[in-house]
């Protein structure tokens, strides 16, 4: 039985990227799973973007995405959903930074800021990507980090770069 939408207390927001094994379908898999997580409801989901690997790492290019989730389950819950879904999807963690099925990162959870040995909230290194920012100002343009700043300022000091926002078109289900 799915929850009515006051039962999903929490928003988080995912980024999405994969350059191995047809990124493209990998990203659409992963949004409909996200669809199917327990206690939580896909609200929203970026646009696909295409980008080169960070540090000009020798592998193929990327396709990215940020997906909205509302949802009752506790980051760490979460962060463990997201894993499975990487595994289901044939997510090797061999080298960082290396290429991918599909990796799947909690960027923010609600407003919260820590640190432990399994997750840090918000993304570290969030705000330096424009393969995150972009696409997390599609879903919320008037979002505001914890530190106070607003998406929209740091996206003037973000270039897209070689960030390009692909024509395709995913259809999820987003209602269930």
């Not at 995912?14 to 896909?42: D, F």
């Not at 393969?131 to 607003?150: A, D, H, R, S």
Request: proline letters at 7%; aromatic letters at 8%; one cysteine or more.
């Amino acid at each position: 039985m799915r929850l009515k939408n006051q039962d999903y207390p929490h928003l988080s927001y995912i980024g999405l990227g994969s350059n191995l094994a047809q990124p493209m379908q990998q990203i659409e898999r992963a949004l409909q799973a996200l669809a199917q997580l327990p206690q939580t409801k896909l609200c929203q989901y970026s646009s696909l973007y295409h980008s080169p690997p960070l540090a000009n790492m020798p592998q193929p290019d990327y396709i990215n995405a940020v997906a909205k989730l509302q949802t009752a389950l506790s980051p760490w819950e979460l962060l463990q959903q997201l894993q499975q879904i990487e595994n289901q999807q044939g997510r090797m963690r061999e080298e960082r930074w290396g290429a991918r099925t599909l990796d799947l990162d909690i960027l923010l959870y609600d407003n919260q800021e820590f640190t432990d040995s399994h997750l840090t909230l918000p993304h570290p290194a969030m705000l330096q990507r424009a393969f995150v920012l972009y696409p997390l100002y599609e879903c919320c343009p008037n979002l505001l980090f914890p530190n106070g700043i607003t998406l929209a300022d740091t996206l003037t000091f973000c270039s897209a770069g070689d960030l390009t926002r692909i024509d395709y078109a995913i259809n999820i289900d987003t209602t269930a």
